[in-house]
C-alpha cells in the first residue's frame, strides 16, 4: 500500500512542472517564482504529500533522532530515566525512539539495527545482561567503532564495550544490607531478580561477609519481575523458611509486596522485620509504613549521560581514537520507616 | 560525523569487485562465487559496514516497524498498553518504535512527522488531547488519507478523524460515581487531570444529576499528573474544604495518595471517606487498604486494536475508502474495600 503514497513526481506530473522545481518549492526555496512556489505547496496539501525527510536525514548526515533501548517499559525506575534524558533531549533539540529488548538479546540486537537503519544520530542502552561477553558486546562495540555514540546505562565490575554512565548497584545493596546488620539483624534474605541483578547480589553477600555472617541460600529467593506479587511470594516462602528478621528486595514493588504479606500476617515492620527497597519510587514514600530504600540518583545520571552524549555527537575525531569513559555513580540510603532505628529485638537488650 | 560510515562502494574498492559484488554477497545471494561472498562478508564485518536497511525498506515498501506514540511514558496504564501491543506486535514478526508528544500537541506533530519519515507500516496514537479540533486533527486525517493506518487510543462524544480502540471513560466514571452514591455518600468529590479527562468528569456529572445530586466546584480538585503526591494534596484541600465523604479519582496513584492523607489525619476508609480509582493498577490490590477501582481492559484493547492495525495494513484498498471504525471498551468496577460495603454512617441508620 506504500506505493500509493504521493511523490514529488506525481505533484510535477500533475502540474506540468519539473522535479526540481517541486523539490525547491517544498524546500521554501527562495530560487523560484513565488508563485509557482504557493502553487506547488497548495498540490502538495491537497494530494496529501508526506516529506520524506529520510532523504532530507541522508543528506544533511543528522537526524536529531536518539535512540533509546531497555529491557521492559514497565521497569519505573528505567522508565523514569529515559523520561528525564527525553526531556534534556528535547530541551536541546532532538526527539527520542524507545524500544525494548524484551529482557532478549536477538531482540536487542534487532532493536540496534532498526535505530541504525534510521540514522540515529546515537544511542541509550541499558543491556539486557551487561555480564554476557557474546553476541552484543561486540556489537556495541562495532556500533561505536563505526562512529556511533552508544552509551550503555548499567556496568559494574568487568570490561564495558563502549562508554558507560551508571549507577553502582554493588554499592548499594552493600549499604542496604550493612544498614540491617546495624539495626540489629542476622538473618536477612534477599529477594532478587537473579541474573538481571549480579550487582546486587556481590554487594549482599560482601556486606554479610564484612560482618562475618554466613551467606544462607535458603534466605535468597528469585523472581521473575519487580512486582507486589512477586515481593509477596517470595516474603511469604522466605519467612515461612526460617528465622528471616530482614529483607532486602531489588526492588521497591517487591519490598512494598513483602511488607503487604508481613503485615496481612500480624508482623510488625520493623520491629518484627525490616524491610529495605531499591531505587526510591514514589510508592515507597507514600506506603502505609514509609520504606527505607537505596536512591537511584536519576538526576545526576541522566545529567551525565546526555552531557556525555552532546560531547560524543559534536567531536570531530572518530571514536575509535577516544577511550571509553566510565561514570559509576554512588547511591545513598534513604533511611524511613520500615528499617529505621535501633531494633528493639529480645535479642539485642 | 556520519560520512565517516562504511558504505558498500567502500567495500567494492578495497576487494577490487563491482557494487553489485558486494550488494549481492550482503544479501547473502545464490548468484555469486561462494568464495567472493565470504570475503566481501568478512571485509564487510572487519570495516563494521552496517547495512542501511533504510534503502532496503524503501524498495520492499514494508518496514515491519510500528510507531507509538503516547503523551508521557510515565503514565502507568498507557505504558501497560503499549507494551502489552509491543509483546502482540513482536508476535507477528513486527517491531515498536515509541515517542511521547510530552503532552504537547506540537511534540505530537513532529513525533507523527518523525516516525512517517522513518517509514513505520503503522501508528499507534494515544493523542494528548482528543477534543482539540485544530491542527492535529486534520493531520490525522490526511495521514489516514495518505494510506497510513493510525489508530486512535482514546476517544469519546466527537467526531474521530481516523479508526479509533479506547476504554469508554465517561462510563467509567458514571459506574464509579453511581456506586458512591449506592454507597450513602452524598458529598462526593472529584480529583481529576482537568481537559486531560473531560470524558471522567462528564461521567461523573452525569451521576450526580440521575440522582439529583449537586454539582459542587468547590468539590473538584484539577492535578498536574496522577502521582500521590497530587492525590495526597487535592486530598487534603477537599476534605478540609467541607463534608465530603466520597472521593473519586481518575487514576488510583491520585487514589492511593488520597488514601495515604486520609489515614494519617486518622480518617477511617471506607467508614469515614470512601475512595474510588481508575485503571485496577497492582499497586491497588496491594494497597493497604485494597483500592475499588474501576478496570481499564487492557488485554481486550490491545487485542482488538492490533487486530484492526493489521487488517488495515493487509487491505489493498486505499484507506479513504473505508469507513473510520470505532471500539468502544466498557468499563467494569472492581469492589475492594476502599468503597465496598452499604456504609455504616449515621446518616444512614
Not at 568487568?158 to 542496604?176: C, E, H, R, T
Not at 536477612?188 to 561477609?209: D, Q, V
Not at 503485615?263 to 515507597?284: K, M, N, T, Y
Request: glycine share 6%.
Amino acid at each position: 500500500m506504500m506505493n500509493q503514497r504521493i511523490r514529488q513526481q506525481d505533484i510535477a506530473k500533475k502540474l506540468g512542472v519539473s522535479i526540481n522545481t517541486v523539490s525547491l518549492a517544498l524546500k521554501d526555496s527562495g530560487r523560484i517564482n513565488e508563485d509557482t512556489k504557493l502553487k506547488v505547496q497548495e498540490v502538495a496539501k491537497a494530494l496529501n504529500y508526506i516529506p520524506n525527510s529520510i532523504a532530507r536525514s541522508l543528506v544533511q548526515k543528522k537526524t536529531y533522532v536518539i535512540g533509546f533501548i531497555l529491557p521492559s517499559i514497565t521497569n519505573p525506575i528505567q522508565i523514569e530515566t529515559a523520561q528525564n534524558i527525553e526531556s534534556k533531549l528535547l530541551a536541546n533539540g532532538y526527539n527520542m525512539m524507545l524500544m525494548t529488548s524484551d529482557h532478549d538479546k536477538n531482540y536487542e540486537t534487532k532493536a540496534l539495527d532498526i535505530l541504525l537503519s534510521r540514522q540515529v544520530d546515537g544511542i541509550f542502552l541499558f543491556p539486557t545482561d551487561i555480564q554476557d561477553q557474546r553476541k552484543n558486546q561486540e556489537k556495541i562495540k562495532s556500533i561505536r567503532d563505526a562512529n556511533y555514540p552508544i552509551i550503555l546505562l548499567s556496568g559494574g565490575n568487568f570490561i564495558l564495550p563502549s562508554d558507560s554512565v551508571y549507577m553502582n548497584q554493588y554499592l548499594g545493596a552493600y549499604k542496604a544490607t550493612e544498614h540491617l546488620i546495624n539495626m540489629g539483624n542476622k538473618d536477612i534474605a534477599l529477594i532478587y531478580g537473579g541474573t538481571r541483578n549480579t550487582e546486587k547480589h556481590r554487594g549482599y553477600i560482601a556486606a554479610l561477609k564484612e560482618s562475618n555472617l554466613e551467606y544462607n541460600p535458603n534466605q535468597v529467593a528469585t523472581v521473575q519481575n519487580s512486582s507486589y506479587e512477586q515481593g509477596y511470594r517470595a516474603a511469604s516462602q522466605i519467612i515461612k523458611n526460617g528465622s528471616v528478621t530482614g529483607i532486602l528486595a531489588s526492588g521497591d514493588y517487591l519490598a512494598l509486596g513483602a511488607l503487604r504479606w508481613c503485615r496481612e500476617q500480624g508482623l510488625r515492620v520493623p520491629e518484627d522485620v525490616a524491610i529495605i527497597g531499591f531505587d526510591d519510587l514514589e510508592a515507597s514514600r507514600f506506603a502505609e509504613i514509609p520504606l527505607t530504600t537505596i536512591t537511584y540518583k536519576v538526576e545526576e545520571l541522566t545529567t551525565q549521560a546526555t552531557d556525555l552524549l552532546f560531547s560524543l555527537i559534536s567531536n570531530q575525531e572518530k571514536l575509535t581514537w577516544i577511550e571509553p569513559r566510565r561514570f559509576e555513580i554512588e547511591p545513598t540510603l534513604v533511611i524511613r520507616e520500615s528499617c529505621g532505628f535501633k531494633k528493639r529485638s529480645e535479642r539485642l537488650l
